[in-house]
């Protein structure tokens, strides 16, 4: 399978799975309500399956744009309803059955969160371990003391399991607080503290990588820079590197692991580059050009060369987490929880500009993010599903006509005014929502577009 097809692949059936639980929300508590359905559509526009099923006769439609979805619902403000159906027209139902019917699609995503969570803490998976590595020099952790191997214990007096909680609990607090305390051990087992300045997350309006420019990195084993294999043909044999050459410096800057080098030749891809190497107690200088490759979207440089096997075994740095039933079920509402509240709170400050709105991503990034996440492994793969679960939960609960946020706000001010707002400022309404909808997609598709452009 093709890279581009397994993307739409992955793109296709996360999208679908999220829309399947969003639209079966709203039609299981209509037909709880005794509202009748008429119409349940996966995607939009025309028609490319179509089934009449039940004794209501509701069409069941998959569309050919996987968009979104819908289900139309008995309604005289859509046509004209029989007498003896009048019961069962959304309209005619109180403000709570239909505040509820219209809440239940969000809360279908929130729940199918809850449910994927559930399911990848307890099967249980292979974590990386909070392990740190060596921060750049500067950088808000290099300046709280961080060294290469330290395990952080605990965040703020919080336990830290995985690099996965590390992560996580370092951005939620760089949303709302300025500094984090990491109770770190090193290898002997001391224990230290490292205050570490958390403003620098939202540098660049939450660009890029925070955990980056806080310094925050993964642990690095010390590996000797000491070349141990040469591949045939590469960039590394044409210019005369050999099995056994120590690796001194790059264009000057001096080399004291594979890990160094390794990031230097990346960065330098089709560029020229001199290697300084110890050869047998003689010191050479090799002028090399690593070959441009294309990684992940990204242009790296590569010379062909690996290094030799360190002398001793690596430290053990993944641990296998597993939950037991129930306390997965509580892991996964709080997980569910937190991260609706971040969302909530990224898109807050969105509005007030400390977020940028490169930030937004269409369905190029989010088919990108799918189809690397489906590589990683099927656990990823519905974690990534969750966390896009929930955010269109909770995008389709803001306030903006045309969702159904805009809708919960209607019956709000049926319930103020004690009647239900003209049928000319509904359809004022959802023209502005419909207004922000665009403007908000165009923003999403120019970002899609310019990562595509510029990598």
Sequence with gaps: MSELL???????????????????????????????????????????????????????????????????????????????????????????????????????????????????????????????????VGTPAAVSGVQNGELVRTIDGQPVSTWGDLRWMLLDRAAYGDVAELEVANERGDIAFRRLQLSAAGENGWEGDALERLGIRFFRPFIPPVVGKVLAGGAGELAGIQT?????????????????????????????????????????????????????????????????????????????????????????????????????????KMLTGEVSWRNLSGPVTIAEYAGQSAKLGFDYYLRFMALLSISLGVLNLLPIPVLDGGHLMYHIVEVIRRRPLSERAMEISQQFGLFIIVVLMAFAFFNDINRLISG
């Design 244 to 348: 056994g050459d120590e690796v001194l410096a790059v264009d000057g800057q001096d080399i004291d692991n594979w890990y160094e080098f390794v990031l230097k030749v990346r960065e330098s891809p089709g560029q020229p580059i001199r290697i300084d190497l110890e050869r047998r107690g003689q010191i050479v200088a090799v002028d090399v050009i690593p070959e441009a490759i294309s990684e992940r979207g990204q242009t790296i440089g590569r010379l062909g060369v690996a290094a030799a096997e360190p002398p001793v075994p690596l430290r053990e740095i993944k641990t296998f987490v597993r939950y037991g039933a129930l306390e997965s079920a509580e892991k996964a509402i709080s997980e569910t929880w937190d991260k609706s509240i971040f969302t909530l709170t990224m898109l807050g």
């Design 6 to 136: 397994f993307r739409l692949v992955a793109f296709v059936v996360v999208l679908g799975v999220l829309i399947v639980f969003h639209e079966f929300g709203h039609y299981l508590t209509a037909r709880l309500c005794g509202v009748r359905v008429l119409r349940f559509s996966i995607g939009f526009g025309k028609t490319i399956w179509q089934r009449t099923l039940g004794k209501d006769g509701t069409e069941w439609a998959v569309s050919v744009i996987p968009l979104g979805g819908y289900v139309k619902m008995l309604d005289e403000r859509e046509g004209t309803v029989k007498p003896e159906e009048l019961h069962r027209a959304f309209n005619r139902q109180s403000v709570g059955k239909r505040s509820l019917i219209v809440a239940a699609g969000p809360f279908a995503n929130f729940l199918l969160a809850i449910l994927l969570y559930w399911a990848v803490f307890f099967h249980g998976s292979d974590e990386l371990l909070p392990i740190l590595g060596t921060p750049p």
